[in-house]
T-cell receptor
Framework: DGGITQSPKYLFRKEGQNVTLSCEQN?????MYWYRQDPGQGLRLIYY???????QKGDIAEGYSVSREKKESFPLTVTSAQKNPTAFYLC????????????FGEGSWLTVV | AQSVTQLGSHVSVSEGALVLLRCNYS??????LFWYVQYPNQGLQLLLK??????LVKGINGFEAEFKKSETSFHLTKPSAHMSDAAEYFC???????????FGQGTRLTINP
């Protein structure tokens, strides 16, 4: 089945550690996105990528990093510089975000312990 | 810059009653407008979208929304609420040539038996 796969679903991070959230899509979409969701704050854009080997910062990129070495994959690393990383992270992809549907993965919960 | 305001972070209706979720947008150019639904611990699913053409847009699960340019609104309605409609709903805006969607804060819909 076509879709977006995020892993792991639940992840616990110790203070000072970097963690990487995986996002893979088999929809042949050029654009991919990472959003962060906190209660009462809606979705905030962390990074997005329109094509392979290119990505741009979103509204809250500090403390995060990404790579786009393959069209299918857009991993997000939450670094130790992110002071409040506990949140629900959503990966998405689209052929054309302005006119077409943005498809979302099932999300990953990150908790700092 | 584009922005979205969803009026009411929580809406509660009785089963069988009308559902009305409000969304107002700000855009200096013709907008593209979207409604997404999110069930607990899941990603977002597209309910409906407006890009051009007919201003009354029908979506999945009996929902519809009307684009009113004069009121800069895109309210979501459903004539008769069902228990399965309980979820969080997000309005989003984009435009021709945009590389991303801008989301509202979300409205949590509760259905009372």
């Amino acid at each position: 089945d076509g879709g977006i796969t995020q892993s792991p679903k639940y992840l616990f991070r110790k203070e000072g550690q970097n963690v990487t959230l995986s996002c893979e899509q088999n929809l042949n979409h050029d654009a991919m996105y990472w959003y962060r969701q906190d209660p009462g704050q809606g979705l905030r854009l962390i990074y997005y990528s329109q094509i392979v080997n290119d990505f741009q910062k979103g509204d809250i990129a500090e403390g995060y990093s990404v790579s786009r070495e393959k069209k299918e994959s857009f991993p997000l690393t939450v670094t130790s510089a992110q002071k409040n990383p506990t949140a629900f992270y959503l990966c998405a992809s689209s052929v054309d975000p302005a006119k077409n549907t943005i498809y979302f993965g099932e999300g990953s919960w990150l908790t700092v312990v | 810059a584009q922005s979205v305001t969803q009026l009411g972070s929580h809406v509660s209706v009785s089963e069988g009653a009308l559902v009305l979720l409000r969304c107002n947008y700000s855009s200096s150019v013709p907008p593209y407008l979207f409604w997404y639904v999110q069930y607990p611990n899941q990603g977002l699913q597209l309910l409906l979208k407006y890009t051009t053409g007919a201003t009354l847009v029908k979506g999945i699960n009996g929902f519809e929304a009307e684009f009113k340019k004069s009121e800069t609104s895109f309210h979501l309605t459903k004539p008769s609420a069902h228990m399965s409609d309980a979820a969080e709903y997000f309005c989003a805006v984009s435009r021709l040539g945009a590389q991303k969607l801008v989301f509202g804060q979300g409205t949590r819909l509760t259905i009372n038996p």
